[in-house]
């Protein structure tokens, strides 16, 4: 069934210690609501409703889109409170209706899952945890047969039940109907003076509505962000899946607790992935791809057997079967390299097609540029491709040669097997098969002698 899905975002994340929501500081690349709003997504909810509070404006701006809808508390007085907020935007077509939180990125789909079909229209499920310390969490009250009674928060318990140690996670599937009916029930005469979510439990109870609470035995799927160093602690957390996903599957990592994947990495098989090595937006690896370590590498396509050198940057770009990219090189947006490439040390890429077996392996720069097959692009030389107003392109065809040091101002053209000496200037079309030279004669001044400094 699809249920109706409220996400709790309306905190401030005071401990974060920071001016940007707390909802939307980023784990693997992606904000936290952003991962709860893919979890919802992945639960088959047809619409989340987002309930915002503290820089609403700035946290609804972040995560509109198709499925999201918005509603606000203001101010924010309880857990219960935000649900009652959310309320008049429930579809009542929707039997089950689940809470998340939007500082609990790890919840995993197929969790949530579980809790909706536990609740079924008719059951009130809660998820629970067994943490190592249970801190101020909510304890879950049960009777003598272990059925639930309630959740005592913390500020409310009695030394008996802070000894408890299964606590609530915050995050329930209910009937929709009666979860209506209960938060309008909600009285905040608590410690806190608060609407407690957690009260509807001991409504349920009182009308002989069944009440489950299903332990989570993975507590990262449960832990909320508060602070920086939980943050830092949960995006290990996610990069170890990430890491043991991609072993589970084949490829070999250097070192899985140096890895970052902050997006979608696809991988072939005998991969292998040195360390530090940051991949971001959509990344794939066909079969035999040797990263080197330090390279940070986004929404690129690498092919069968290439190698990518340590220190290398790499985005938006395709890279051939069998190429050869870096040490210390960059592809910009538009480098497509062709089989058995070769881009060398220090050596820049920017919307430039390299046909096979092309080489620039040394201090270079190709902007906006066609390259041939077999060029070879030598050290020190440019594609000068922008005037001072527009871009230009820069055609160099199958066979070139360009030697060390020289500049082609596009627009330009390089005809087959042309052959550019080094040091020059090339501001004109190069005839094919010819060499071409653009530079002031050596001349050698005899008897010249180099100027002294003059005595004090």
Not at 266 to 275: A, H, K, L, N, Y
Not at 382 to 400: L, Q, S, W
Not at 440 to 447: D, E, H, V, W, Y
């Amino acid at each position: 069934m699809a249920p109706n899905v409220v996400i709790m975002a309306a905190g401030k994340g005071t401990r974060m210690k920071s001016a940007l929501p707390k909802v939307l500081h980023r784990l693997a690349g992606t904000s936290l609501l952003q991962h709860v709003l893919n979890a919802a997504a992945g639960v088959g909810a047809l619409r989340s409703v987002v309930v915002t509070g503290h820089g609403a404006d700035e946290v609804e701006a972040a995560v509109a889109g198709p499925g999201v809808a918005f509603v606000r508390q203001m101010p924010q007085l309880g857990t219960g409170h935000a649900v009652q907020q959310a309320v008049p935007a429930l579809d009542d077509t929707q039997p089950v209706t689940l809470i998340l939180y939007g500082d609990v990125p790890l919840i995993r789909a197929q969790t949530a899952r579980a809790l909706v079909q536990a609740c079924g229209g008719e059951k009130l499920a809660l998820l629970s945890f067994t943490p190592q310390d249970p801190a101020r969490y909510g304890r879950i009250v049960r009777d003598a047969a272990g059925g639930v009674r309630s959740i005592v928060e913390y500020k409310d318990a009695t030394p008996e039940q802070r000894a408890i140690r299964e606590v609530y996670s915050g995050i329930m599937a209910a009937p929709t109907a009666m979860l209506k009916r209960w938060v309008a029930a909600l009285r905040d005469d608590n410690a806190q003076h608060e609407f407690y979510l957690t009260d509807v439990v001991a409504m349920a109870v009182a009308e002989g509505v069944p009440v489950l609470a299903q332990i989570v035995v993975d507590e990262a799927e449960v832990a909320g962000i508060n602070d920086a160093a939980q943050l830092a602690e949960l995006e290990r957390e996610f990069q170890r899946r990430q890491a043991d996903t991609l072993m589970d599957a084949g490829v070999r990592l250097a070192d899985p607790a140096r890895l970052d994947v902050r997006g979608t990495l696809t991988c072939g098989s005998d991969v292998e992935i040195d360390v530090n090595c940051v991949f971001e937006g959509e990344v794939s690896l066909a079969d035999g791809v040797r990263i080197g370590a330090n390279c940070v590498i986004r929404d690129a396509r690498i092919g069968a057997g290439a190698v990518i050198h340590p220190f290398t940057h790499i985005e938006g770009a395709v890279v051939g079967a069998g190429a050869l990219v870096g040490p210390f090189a960059r592809l910009r947006p538009g480098a497509q390299l062709g089989d058995e490439v070769h881009i060398g040390n220090f050596v820049e890429v920017k919307n430039s097609t390299l046909a096979r077996g092309a080489k620039a392996n040394h201090l270079a720069y190709l902007g906006d540029a066609t390259v041939g097959e077999r060029v070879n692009f030598g050290a020190g030389s440019i594609t000068a491709n922008y005037d001072g107003a527009n871009k230009h392109r820069t055609t160099i065809g199958a066979d070139v040669h360009v030697g060390s040091n020289c500049v082609l101002v596009a627009p330009v053209t390089l005809g087959e097997g042309a052959t550019i000496g080094g040091g020059s200037t090339i501001a004109k079309d190069a005839p094919a098969g010819q060499l071409t030279l653009a530079r002031a004669r050596q001349a050698t001044l005899a008897g010249w002698v180099r100027p002294k400094k003059t005595p004090r």
